[in-house]
DNA sequence: TAATGTAACTGGTAGTGACCACATTACCAG
DNA sequence: CTGGTAATGTGGTCACTACCAGTTACATTA
């Protein structure tokens, strides 16, 4: 990463100075709780606007790099780890920040007419035909969840059984391929037992506790993309999530 | 709520501007995925300049209620319903949007030493004394969770038994009490079976399942405030949360 | 008719300059 | 020693200006 600013770079300067300041805490360059240089210092020391400044700042505050003190400063915040988009969504990334090796069986991938239930869901007219996916996923190579997702794609967008074993993450080829890049996601959680079926795909007995989490991935626009519903084995799975105040 | 700028308000006028226009997408003035006037006509409209018209819109895209597409416009998001603070974290707060009428019996309240995992997560020493507060939670007044507060206040700053009858909700009495306003908090979700006290306590057989919630609430400078251990009924309780990515 | 270019929008980035509100410190008067 | 006060440094707000970068509609051209 560099360490100045290049105003014939391409990428704006706000952007660029927002990632000088992120290596500097996530390096230890900067220690929890100190203060950062003030936003007229800065303004020397990288020859660019207070305007352009306070932009890289408001980045980091709202990622919860920094925090300000009106009258006394900016400081860096002491988090103790930094959780991204990507491990609350994906699950093979999520899997991988737990230290596990995550896998997958692909049980079926074809056009079905889902559920109205998870029609209305996706927002699309009853009878509508969409993308289906159902995997047992893997940690460690023992079973550890049943997914079922629904993609609200076009009919000329397809995604081959060997492009999902090449990646092993959906939400990569929606990136990727489809250039689909989602920005929310309503999720629900709850606690079910295992039906025959689930028992026998996950390896345990019938009747024991899962965690059941269904949720709506919904594009830049508020689109929804995709409902998907993923059961849990209770003994093996804990859910982790991050919230924060919107106003 | 004023349809104007107030420049001799003491409320800024990028505030007063996204009051305004949160306002007519709340009231439905301006219907979902229609374009608002754009930044320059605003300018006009209202004798502002773009700098602060741009702020206000700034936080209403942050906070979900606008989204801009560049050299198109700027739109009104479809948001279903608005998911507050609030509702995210507190109990009686999220009883209540899903139409239920919340209750509790309170089982204690005291300064206590806590286990030391407990201590470790409100970064306080080996040995500190927390106030502790145990409630079994009704929803329209059946049992629905057991809930274990640890609270990191000063030795001065005391809860009573009347207070928290009185007001119900514990994090009313942190903000107008103790002036303490959370703004993050990190949780865990997971499944356990229900022990002989427990099921008890909350009216159901023992082995039965539940979500055990824990979670360490932050107040703005990432100080740890509370610890809470949350055991809902499985079969009574669901749990909604909302994702956003944060770059 | 179909392709293309262009003008007129839109939001995105950036600089300058000013003043306000709050916190801290040093200093002075009591 | 105590309490007030003024100076100074911090982030917060706001205006005005300029130009860049996508999008769209429409007139022009081949």
Redesign the pocket.
Known sequence: MSRTID?YN?V?????LASILRQKIEDGEWQPRS???????LEVLY??????I??A?DSLVQQGYLY???????FVSPRKLQKGWMELTSFSEDLLKRGLQPGQIIRNLSQVIPPISVLKRLELAPGSAVFCIERVRLADGTPIGLQTSYLALGPDQLITLEELEASGSLYRILNEKFNIHPSEADETLEVTLATPQEAALLNIPTGAPLLLSERVLFSQERRPIEYVKILYRGDRYQYYTHLKRRD
């Open positions: 105003p391409a704006p300067k706000y952007y660029q203060a950062i240089p003030s936003e007229r210092q020859h660019i606007s207070r305007t352009t306070r932009e700042i300000r003190e009106h009258g006394r400063g900016t």
